[in-house]
């Protein structure tokens, strides 16, 4: 007897991408809900996450990066830091090496809001984590880093034109 693989290769890419898809409605739909009881919208979130992912590096983060990784013009990077400074999530301070430079830093309550809005799904998430074997995880973690650098590429790259066709 032969084994057969029940779903067809393009029926296991179309399935693997739905839920890639779906999971990012998920999300949206969490980060709405939840960061919404905080006043903070998705680009706000999503702002103090690269905050935070470039002080984990031990980087600094001007409001020039930061436009350039949320695809925010200059003026609505500024109107939003403005409006992450106004709540006290972030502040901008000049670089100790170079005054022209600004980074900006979360504040300890901003650390705290990102802690009750994301620690629940991260729980979850986690929890799906530790059902898989060490070398599943690994292959998870090779097939999300591709994924996710795939995305950005194509991000990147220019659409066509639809009024050329």
């Given at each position: ?31 709405d ?52 400074e ?12 170079d ?22 799904i991260g ?8 059902g ?34």
């Amino acid at each position: 007897m032969t084994y057969r693989d029940p779903t067809p290769p393009a029926a296991m890419e179309a399935a693997i991408i739905e839920r890639l898809r779906e999971f990012t409605t998920a999300m949206d739909h969490y980060i709405d809900a939840h960061g919404g009881r905080h006043g903070l919208h998705r680009t706000d979130l999503n702002a103090l996450g690269h905050v935070m992912d470039a002080s984990r590096r031990g980087e600094d983060l001007g409001p020039g990066e930061l436009a350039a990784a949320l695809n925010l013009s200059a003026p609505a990077t500024s109107a939003l830091l403005a409006r992450l400074e106004g709540v006290g999530h972030v502040q901008r301070r000049h670089s100790a090496t170079d005054r022209r430079r600004v980074s900006i830093e979360m504040t300890d309550e901003a650390m705290q809001v990102g802690r009750d809005v994301f620690a629940p799904i991260g729980g979850a998430i986690r929890d799906v984590i530790a059902g898989f074997t060490p070398s599943e995880r690994e292959v998870v973690l090779r097939f999300l880093s591709e994924v996710v650098d795939r995305t950005n590429a194509a991000a990147r790259q220019t659409p066509p034109d639809p009024a050329a066709g």
